[in-house]
């Protein structure tokens, strides 16, 4: 398989990111596939790219580079949903307030 070969040659985070990121979309491709086609689409090409550029930091001697850049997107993504949650938790208390 082409797939398993290109991942011999990465790196340990390229490698990491793509795993933890391709079964997050396997997951969530059939309900994403059944309601919006474009979004499945926008994830596979971020995910391939992203490994991509992980992979390059990788090849080009910088290590911790990669490894900031294979985490970025978790810790984005967790303080994203943490911000939206506290932002609903305060106009929550808002809202009943008035009522």
């Known amino acids: 398989m082409a797939v398993l070969k ?4 990465m790196c ?3 490698v990491l990111f793509f795993v933890v990121v391709a079964a997050r979309v396997a997951y969530r491709a059939r309900v ?5 086609p474009e979004f ?7 995910l391939a790219l ?3 550029l992980v ?4 090849r080009k001697g910088h290590g911790d580079i990669a ?3 294979a985490a970025l997107p978790f810790i984005g993504g967790e303080l994203l949903r943490r911000l939206f949650a506290w932002y609903e938790a305060k106009h929550q208390k808002e809202r ?4």
Not at 32 to 36: G, I, K, T
């Open 40 to 46: 499945l689409a926008f994830k596979v090409a971020y």
């Open 55 to 58: 992979y390059l930091a990788c």
């Open 67 to 69: 490894w900031a850049l």
């Open 12 to 14: 340990l985070p390229a």
């Open 32 to 36: 994403w596939y059944e309601f919006d």
């Open 6 to 9: 290109d991942l011999e040659k």
């Open 96 to 99: 009943e307030q008035r009522h």
């Open 50 to 52: 992203w490994t991509y």
